[in-house]
């Protein structure tokens, strides 16, 4: 027996960061890991990022909106919001899609921290040379 479940979900990653997103019709609210929008992201540009997929579907009051993000930091946690609000826009509405890949919020963002390598003080950084 299915049950009728009135959420629509949408996974998000930016480098160490993942957002599990879940969006229902509603009339705006936004929640993040139990928090208010704006007491979890405390500059103007984490925001934006978070909110670029329903500025760009003009869809910002239209959906009800739970996150759970975890791991990296803030600003990877916004990636990973965004990431995760545009792909369950996506499977909301069909036709969001042609707006969403304009504007490349569909694209994992796949850059990670390089790793520190032996003899080198970070992951390229070299020594400094000395000629005598």
């Known amino acids: 027996m299915a049950v009728n479940n009135p959420y629509i979900w949408g996974t998000g990653r930016r480098k160490t960061s993942t957002a599990r997103v879940r969006i229902k019709p509603g009339t705006g609210k936004f929640s993040i890991?139990?928090?208010?929008?704006?007491?979890?992201?405390?500059?103007?540009?984490t925001r934006r990022t978070a909110l670029r997929p329903l500025i760009a579907t003009e869809t910002r009051n239209n959906y009800d909106i739970w996150v759970n993000v975890d791991g990296?930091?803030?600003?990877?946690?916004?990636?990973?919001?965004s990431?995760?609000?545009?792909?369950?826009?996506?499977?909301?509405?069909?036709n969001f899609d042609k707006v969403l890949r304009e504007h490349g919020?569909?694209?994992?963002?796949?850059?990670?921290?390089?790793?520190?390598?032996?003899?080198?003080?970070?992951?390229?950084?070299?020594?400094?040379?000395?000629?005598?």
């Open 83 to 94: 990431l995760g609000v545009a792909r369950a826009l996506l499977r909301e509405n069909a």
């Open 105 to 132: 919020l569909l694209t994992r963002d796949s850059r990670k921290v390089e790793r520190k390598k032996y003899g080198r003080h970070k992951a390229r950084r070299s020594t400094q040379f000395s000629k005598r």
């Open 72 to 81: 990296g930091g803030i600003i990877g946690q916004a990636g990973a919001v």
């Open 33 to 45: 890991n139990g928090r208010e929008f704006e007491a979890f992201f405390l500059t103007d540009d």
